[in-house]
């Protein structure tokens, strides 16, 4: 199994980080070009799933799956959302999600009084506790060699 990136948007659309694991091929296209159009994309499912679906969906969790990967989105009741792409394998993604939400945006961007919110994320200490979570995930530990 294996985790390729992950991006983090505020209510509004803006990126406010985004990391990279295991991504083996680029889009071609600047950095902010990608955010809007993964932000479009998920804006466009999201809303298409909410009027067609035939079950209340106010968990706040949506995958995608295709048949080389899987985006999985965690919405925040604050409406921000965490986007984690990984391989069509890759389980726990939800629980992963909610941990990185409450044990490192929570803790090192909100209880942060140097951290500005609804900027992009520019701790160090973010960064590095992110890519702790994200490389002790079971997702990430049995990716393929």
């Excluded at 950095?31 to 067609?52: C, N």
Aim: one cysteine or more.
């Amino acid at each position: 199994m294996t985790i390729y990136n992950l991006y983090l948007f505020d209510r509004d659309g803006q990126l406010l980080h985004y990391a990279e694991w295991t991504r083996n091929k680029q889009s071609g296209m600047t950095r902010e070009e990608e955010a809007k159009l993964m932000y479009g994309m998920i804006f466009s499912i999201k809303s298409f799933v909410t009027k067609v679906s035939p079950i209340d969906l106010r968990e706040g969790y949506l995958t995608y799956t295709t048949n080389k990967y899987r985006l999985n989105l965690y919405e925040t009741p604050s409406r921000f959302k965490f986007i984690l792409n990984t391989d069509v394998h890759a389980q726990g993604i939800k629980e992963l999600l909610h941990q990185i939400y409450t044990q490192v945006y929570v803790e090192y961007v909100v209880c942060n009084p140097l951290c500005q919110l609804n900027k992009p994320i520019e701790s160090e200490l973010f960064a590095a506790k992110l890519d702790e979570v994200v490389k002790q995930s079971p997702a990430y530990a049995s990716r393929p060699a």
